[in-house]
T-cell receptor, first 110, second 117 residues
Framework: EDQVTQSPEALRLQEGESSSLNCSYT??????LFWYRQDPGKGPEFLFT???AGEEKEKERLKATLTKKESFLHITAPKPEDSATYLC???????????FGQGTRLTINP | EAQVTQNPRYLITVTGKKLTVTCSQN?????MSWYRQDPGLGLRQIYY???????DKGDVPEGYKVSRKEKRNFPLILESPSPNQTSLYFC????????????????FGNGTRLTVT
């Protein structure tokens, strides 16, 4: 069974303090790993898809990386508007659905 | 504006009273899906649809029904709601069915918070 574990559950940073969120996964044949951002009271918003180990994607202050067992979402010099819950999901070989982790709730203090 | 629209945003009902949560997308997406989100359990898929008239069960389908008579609409029906169906529900869609070679990302609606007393 495909599984996704995200850590930490919650992370509080000062503005400008860089850090990383972790997404560990077990899947039979990874077709894709997805990162989403979810703001309170809203649906998840797509950020990145990673397909193979070694791949990296960037968007503003966010960079996602992928290994064979985990993905990291690096946040460089974050701002308060980066505060949100970040969700990771995987799509396994032959699967018809994404399997989501429970998310990391990120708070950036000004 | 491209979007997935769910209604209502908030719903409080009583046990056993049938209800429908509507979902509509204006992006001509083939794939649509319903999720519920619960603290500590994350997002779990209820039902999904690969195209019109094609629906299938997700991980937690018990107590729910869906239909896909038109490409843009995918309503979620609770025939006899129970308190354990109190949750935050999300409808999502994507251009191509999840599982195709080059997956297109899921677009989510803003959610329906359901309380069953």
């Amino acid at each position: 069974e495909d599984q996704v574990t995200q850590s930490p559950e919650a992370l509080r940073l000062q503005e400008g303090e860089s850090s990383s969120l972790n997404c560990s996964y077990t899947v039979s044949g990874l077709r894709g790993l997805f990162w989403y951002r979810q703001d309170p009271g809203k649906g998840p918003e797509f950020l990145f898809t990673l397909y193979s180990a070694g791949e990296e994607k960037e968007k503003e202050r966010l960079k996602a990386t992928l290994t064979k067992k985990e993905s990291f979402l690096h946040i460089t010099a974050p701002k308060p508007e980066d505060s949100a819950t970040y969700l990771c999901a995987v799509l396994g070989a032959g699967a018809q659905k994404l399997v989501f982790g429970q998310g990391t709730r990120l708070t950036i203090n000004p | 504006e491209a979007q997935v629209t769910q209604n209502p945003r908030y719903l409080i009902t009583v046990t056993g009273k049938k209800l429908t949560v509507t979902c509509s997308q204006n992006m001509n997406h083939e794939y649509m899906s319903w999720y519920r989100q619960d603290p500590g359990l994350g997002l779990r898929q209820i039902y999904y649809s690969m195209n019109v008239e094609v629906t299938d069960k997700g991980d937690v389908p018990e107590g729910y029904k869906v239909s896909r008579k038109e490409k843009r609409n995918f309503p979620l029906i609770l025939e006899s709601p129970s308190p354990n169906q109190t949750s935050l529900y999300f409808c999502a869609s994507s251009l191509r069915p999840t599982g195709s070679l080059f997956d297109s990302p899921l677009h989510f609606g803003n959610g329906t918070r359901l309380t069953v007393t």
